[in-house]
């Protein structure tokens, strides 16, 4: 009824081409643990281990283990679906990992397996899978999850199939990311029938004896803990930090340290992404949130408010505020973005500073009004901001700006003697060319003042717009409108007409904090209709009372 078997690689294994329309998708422990089916059988699991209900020639003085609740693989394949984690068992055999594998038909019969994995080769990361190669060998024991689940089964129940991805070159453990067309499975068997012996044969997945065999892509993970450390330096005295590096080692933390770890190892351990990694676990450990893929920092103050609301909207909804941030981790210009909430200068509802003696680092802080302001206020301070912050981190990778020591940025501009460059024809220039091109012209024209900063909003961004129309076309196209309450809109509608109200106010609200520059009075000199002019010049106020909860 229960048995024991060791799988060799040449003699009991074959390997089957068919995928069986199966499908691979992998999800964290919490994720999975809604589900109820799963949840039942997982916990009489983890019961039948710890009770030592297994079978063979394990040492079962001690079978407490903790599992890594980060991938969770399920294996659907008709109405079978099985469950793949990764367990770190206490007497652990040398030199290997365990996998713990749950498989449920639709009538809720249960199986189960410990499989554990004895690598004959370095297991080379995949990254764009997120998953490992595996040569070596298995050693699988059946898991008692009840005393009558197997009697009179007409099956093998030692069978196990493993599967595979070829995508990319190097044949890895199949995840999520790897497609139908791209899997392949082996078989593996104990037809023996029991004991510790590996010579049993090898069986298909559509043999006789063994219609449903269980289903397994192991799962496995890297030493990230060890990877962060030895990157950052931590493991030496000079660069000790006891913080941190008890951080790094506490288990509550191993999301949010796996993540860091990848990054790191992503970015090849470079000085930036060192000093970024240790600036984003302070941050964690004060309360905050941290993006890795864009860079971005989200202190105590920003994260769970509804401007970070807002922002993880626009990053859904707007490929300009996509493209603005994504700026922060490239190569070209590579810097740091923490958003913040807090008090400004000058009471603005908001200000961009960079950094004077630090790694390339932009710092945003929205005021604390806008807290408890309309969506659209929040919306066009963050977006307003982030342009600052984008042609900061641009301009200083140009070698155009230097900061004051408050952040402030102070042109680094050479303008040539005896070119016009109010005649130069922008469509022949690039990005860097056409700011160093207006911002002479605007010399030429009018000594610069403090406004510098938000005359480059007229110049082209990503396209043929500029930057101002850009974030009035993510305002038209990013917020949600139709939601808006009756008398913010009702007003809006009354003024400028059902078809173009929204066109309307998105232009009015994109020129905010752009009050002082030409191109604003040129605007307010267009508009002829002076009840729409004084609603336009009171647009500030106007979007006070428009919607204010983000969700």
Not at 141 to 165: K, L, P, Q
Not at 230 to 241: D, H, Q, T, W, Y
Not at 329 to 341: F, T, Y
Not at 444 to 465: A, V
Request: charged share 20%.
């Amino acid at each position: 009824m229960i048995g024991f078997f060791s799988c060799q690689k040449e003699d009991d294994t074959i390997s089957e081409s068919t995928t069986n329309n199966i499908s691979i998708k992998e999800y964290t422990f919490d994720e999975l643990n809604s589900n109820t089916t799963f949840s039942k059988t997982y916990k009489k699991v983890v019961k039948a281990i710890k009770k030592k209900n297994l079978n063979g020639s394990r040492s079962l003085d001690d079978n407490d283990f903790e599992i890594d609740s980060t991938i969770i693989k399920e294996i659907k394949i008709g109405n079978i679906t099985s469950y793949t984690f990764l367990a770190y068992l206490d007497n652990q055999e040398p030199n290997s990992f365990n996998n713990i594998v749950i498989q449920i038909d639709s009538l809720e019969n249960e199986r189960a397996l410990l499989i554990t994995y004895f690598p004959e080769s370095s297991m080379e990361y995949i990254v764009d899978h997120n998953s490992f190669t595996f040569q070596g060998t298995s050693m699988a024991e059946i898991v008692n999850i009840d005393s009558t689940a197997f009697v009179n089964r007409d099956m093998d129940i030692g069978c196990f199939v493993t599967w595979y991805c070829n995508w990319g070159g190097s044949i890895h453990l199949a995840g999520d990311n790897c497609t139908e067309s791209y899997m392949f499975s082996e078989t593996t068997c104990n037809l023996g029938g029991g004991g510790s012996g590996g010579g049993g044969g090898a069986g298909g997945s559509g043999s006789p004896n063994n219609p449903d065999p269980i289903n397994t892509a192991p799962t496995y993970t890297i030493p990230y803990e060890q990877n962060l450390i030895e990157c950052l330096g931590l493991n030496s005295v000079e660069n000790a930090n006891l913080v941190v590096s008890n951080w790094i080692n506490n288990p509550d933390n191993f999301m949010q340290m796996r993540e860091a770890s990848i990054y790191l190892i992503g970015e090849n351990c470079i000085a930036d992404a060192q000093a970024f990694t240790i600036e984003a676990i302070e941050t964690t450990i004060e309360g905050g949130e941290v993006d890795f893929e864009n860079e971005v920092i989200l202190d105590e103050t920003f994260k769970d408010s509804e401007t970070q609301c807002i922002h993880n909207l626009l990053k859904s909804n707007s490929e300009f505020y996509n493209n603005m941030l994504s700026n922060f981790s490239s190569e070209d210009a590579r810097g740091v973005l923490v958003l913040k909430i807090g008090s400004t200068l000058n009471g603005d509802w908001g200000t961009t500073l960079g950094s004077y003696n630090n790694y390339n680092e932009f710092i945003i802080t929205t005021n604390s009004n806008i807290e408890n302001s309309s969506n659209l206020k929040r919306m066009v301070t963050l977006s307003h901001e982030l342009i600052h912050a984008y042609m900061f981190s641009s301009l200083e990778n140009w070698g155009l700006i230097d900061y004051s020591p408050e952040g402030e940025p102070i042109l680094n501009l050479v303008c040539l003697n005896g070119i016009n460059y109010n005649d130069l024809n922008l469509n022949t220039l690039d990005e860097k060319d056409r700011f160093v091109a207006l911002m002479c012209a605007f010399n030429q024209n009018t000594p610069l003042n403090e406004q510098w900063t938000h005359d480059l909003f007229n110049i082209w961004s990503f396209d043929t717009n500029t930057y101002r129309e850009s974030l009035e076309d993510l305002l038209i196209n990013a917020h949600d409108w139709n939601g808006e309450n009756s008398a913010f809109k009702n007003e809006a509608i009354s003024l400028f007409g059902t078809t173009n109200w929204i066109e309307n106010v998105a232009e009015a609200i994109s020129w905010i904090g752009l009050e002082n520059t030409q191109e604003y009075t040129n605007y307010i000199n267009s508009i002829v209709n002076p009840v729409k002019l004084l609603y336009i010049l009171n647009i500030r106020n106007k979007i006070q009372s428009a919607k204010s909860n983000c969700l």
